[in-house]
């Protein structure tokens, strides 16, 4: 039996220690692009990072606002790794007020806070807010010797 709850909370610690995300959107033309983003997370679970606005990832995002993420420690040697993956939706915000409640959690923790018309108008970079739609971590059992990879759904918030 799979207690949940351990995922779950074990998947926020990963969220809450792992600096970057890989964010996976698609291309006008229909093909998967991947990027990995420094990232910050707000109670609610909703992911934000800046980017400059003619980044192809960025083009996707307002082309269309679905996308996949996936967190993990890069590091962990093999067989040890756990990671938390996400259907999101992914919104370029584009009011003084969306992005300066974004710069409340991106820039939390340092020294320089920003204004939001830097990340507006003629601005060369943007704020996105990533809000996940489903999340869940894999687990696998041995199988007439294969392991076999399944989906456990976790709830966030």
């Given at each position: 039996m799979t207690d949940i709850d351990a995922l779950t909370n074990k998947s926020k610690k990963v969220i809450d220690t792992i600096e970057y995300i890989d964010l996976a959107t698609i291309t006008e033309d229909g093909k998967p692009w991947n990027s990995p983003l420094w990232f910050v997370?707000?109670?609610?679970?909703?992911?934000?990072?800046y980017s400059p606005k003619y980044t192809q990832h960025s083009e996707n995002i307002r082309?269309?606002?679905?996308?996949?993420?996936?967190?993990?420690?890069?590091?962990?040697?093999?067989g040890t790794g756990f990671g938390v993956y996400m259907t999101v939706e992914v919104k370029e915000l584009n009011t003084v007020s969306e992005v300066d409640e974004a710069l409340k959690w991106v820039y939390k923790k340092k020294k320089k806070k920003r204004t939001p018309q830097e990340f507006l108008g003629n601005s060369p970079r943007r704020i996105y807010k990533v809000t996940p739609k489903e999340a869940w971590v894999n687990d696998a059992e041995l199988k007439n010797g294969f392991y076999l990879d399944y989906r456990i759904p976790i709830k966030l918030t």
């Open positions: 997370r707000d109670d609610k679970y909703n992911l934000y990072f082309n269309n606002g679905n996308g996949f993420v996936v967190i993990y420690d890069s590091r962990a040697p093999e």
